[in-house]
């Protein structure tokens, strides 16, 4: 079993959408919970960080993480084309060095 | 111009030929990673360097070694290629100073690499 679980797509959505993308994880001991978005042909860059349990939100985007579940969220609401991307959840703890874990990334298109 | 940059972009190797990619930065961070991307398999640690003198294998080291001439640079090594290395690889770097309390890894642009 992967530490860390998310479904790749592709996930496709009509401009305006609410976009719900998930990771589940096997490790209780990740505190910090990030989301990472990756264009085409680019690396990716991190778009939304958490630490430990509970929601952060930024402008259209919104974060959520259930410890608890081992379960995290990003919503995407008003879904532009221009957030057309793979987006990665990845999460890291304090031992070990802060090594971060990746998801396999969920491939978003939304359709104007 | 970027502050994480990685030579060469695109390269096509054959079977059993030593391959570098090299990544340099401009950040000023301690930390360097290279990482390897496949679909469907997320990115994947192959190795990392908190220091010039700090070397630690990732997940998948195997087949792969790396060099930290300097703090600035972080370069990867392919001994023999072999065609299931074909994927695309990333450097990036983090900061773990005290005022940098996400570990937020800064990525290249990639490196993707094909062996025939």
């Known amino acids: 079993q992967k530490e860390v679980e998310q479904d790749p797509g592709p996930l496709s959505v009509p401009e305006g959408a609410i976009v719900s993308l998930n990771c589940t994880y096997s490790n209780s001991a990740f505190q910090y919970f990030m989301w990472y978005r990756q264009y085409s042909r680019k690396g990716p860059e991190l778009l939304m960080y958490t630490y430990s349990s509970g929601n952060k939100e930024d402008g259209r985007f919104t974060a959520q993480v259930d410890k608890s579940s081992k379960y995290i969220s990003l919503f995407i609401r008003d879904s532009q084309p221009s957030d057309s991307a793979t987006y990665l959840c990845?999460?890291?703890?304090?031992?070990?060095?802060?090594?971060?874990?990746f998801g396999a990334g969920t491939r978003l298109f939304v359709k104007a | 111009d970027a502050d994480v940059t990685q030579t060469p972009r695109n390269r096509i190797t054959k079977t059993g030929k030593r391959i570098m990619l090299e990544c340099s930065q401009t950040?000023?961070?301690?930390?360097m990673y290279w990482y390897r991307q496949d679909p469907g398999l997320g990115l994947r640690l192959i190795y990392y360097?908190?220091?010039?003198?700090?070397?630690n294998k990732g997940e998948i080291s195997d087949g792969y070694s790396v060099s930290r001439q300097a703090q600035a640079k972080f370069s990867l090594s392919l001994e023999s290629a072999i065609p299931n290395q074909t994927a695309l690889y990333f450097c990036?770097?983090?900061?773990?100073?005290?005022?940098?309390?996400?570990?937020?890894?800064?990525f290249g642009e990639g490196s993707r690499l094909t062996v025939l």
């Open positions: 990845a999460m890291s703890s304090n031992t070990g060095g802060f090594k971060t874990i």
């Open positions: 360097s908190f220091d010039v003198k700090d070397i």
């Open positions: 950040k000023g961070h301690d930390r």
């Open positions: 990036a770097t983090s900061d773990f100073s005290a005022s940098a309390n996400t570990g937020e890894l800064f």
